[in-house]
């Protein structure tokens, strides 16, 4: 019973979207502690400045910055990226399936007259509406939870703009992933609610690069993440054995 639930389970979705209910009333459940930065989502927020950098430098470097681009943050929880990123100047709009914690991302950004807006919709439904629009698109810690994480890929690089930008992370199908991600952060520290993250879901670097090739997408950089226990922090680092961040660019036209 608990090796299964450490290791978790490949659910079949049975929902329209590339999505799996299990999941999402998973997120549901914390959706009201999202934004306290001691609750189930601490490490999003212990990740944020981290992943914000890495964003506005990839951007930057390619000539335009985060602050003048649009942007749509797929899966965007809460909105800790995606208000962040609008923060900054970005003009963004943030999609999820989760009802609950849709509703705690416009809450909290009410009043806050940033250029951030919602929608719960599909990454492969959007796609079909607005595909090519944005200039960057991220996807942060959710392919590890959908049933198909290449047709998830494929959604993100249908919805960039040429030579637009898609910034991924997740986490690696490696011993000291389960180690660390699940054994570590749900069961010893216990900074993740028992039943987070199912092993079997977790995406080697090669695979997530195998997928952006079919969907069009090239993986310019990857950067991994690793937390240090000692300082309570994340850096960035080049050993993407747990966490990692992915830049892919769209080429064609
Ligand atoms: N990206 C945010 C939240 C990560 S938690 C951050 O890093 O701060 C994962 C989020 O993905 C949850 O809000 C969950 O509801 C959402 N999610 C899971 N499957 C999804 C799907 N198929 N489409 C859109 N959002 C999904």
């Known amino acids: 019973m608990i090796f299964k639930s450490l290791m978790g389970k490949v659910t079949m979705s049975a929902s329209p979207h590339n999505s799996d209910p299990v999941e999402i009333a998973k997120f549901n459940g914390i959706a009201q502690s999202w934004w306290d930065p001691h609750g189930p989502s601490k490490p999003l927020h212990d990740l944020n400045p981290l992943r914000l950098a890495y964003i506005e430098r990839i951007t930057a470097e390619a000539g335009k910055p985060l602050s003048a681009s649009r942007v749509l943050d797929v899966g965007c929880g809460g ?3 995606a208000e962040s990123m609008a923060r ?3 003009s963004v709009l943030g999609i999820d399936l989760a009802p609950a914690v849709l509703e705690v991302a416009e809450l909290h950004a009410l009043g806050a007259k940033l250029a951030v807006s919602y929608r719960a919709i599909g990454a492969e439904e959007l796609a079909r509406e ?3 629009a944005f ?5 942060m810690e959710m392919l590890e939870h959908v049933p198909d994480p290449a047709a998830s890929l494929a959604a993100l690089a249908a919805l960039a703009a040429p030579r637009g930008h898609v910034i991924v992370s997740t986490l690696n199908r490696t011993a000291r992933a389960f180690l660390v991600a699940i054994v570590g952060a749900e069961y010893l520290a216990r900074v993740l609610p028992r039943g987070t993250h199912e092993y079997l879901k977790f995406i080697r670097p090669s695979e997530l690069a195998k997928w952006g090739r079919t969907a069009g997408v090239e993986l310019k950089d990857l950067t991994g993440i690793t937390y240090n ?11 993407p054995s747990v966490n990692y961040l992915a830049h892919f660019r769209r080429s064609e036209p």
Do not use: E, K
């Open 135 to 139: 200039d960057i698109v991220t996807c």
């Open 130 to 132: 607005q595909p090519g």
């Open 79 to 81: 909105g800790i990226l």
């Open 88 to 90: 900054v100047g970005a």
């Open 229 to 239: 226990p000692l300082t309570r922090s994340f850096a960035c680092s080049s050993d």
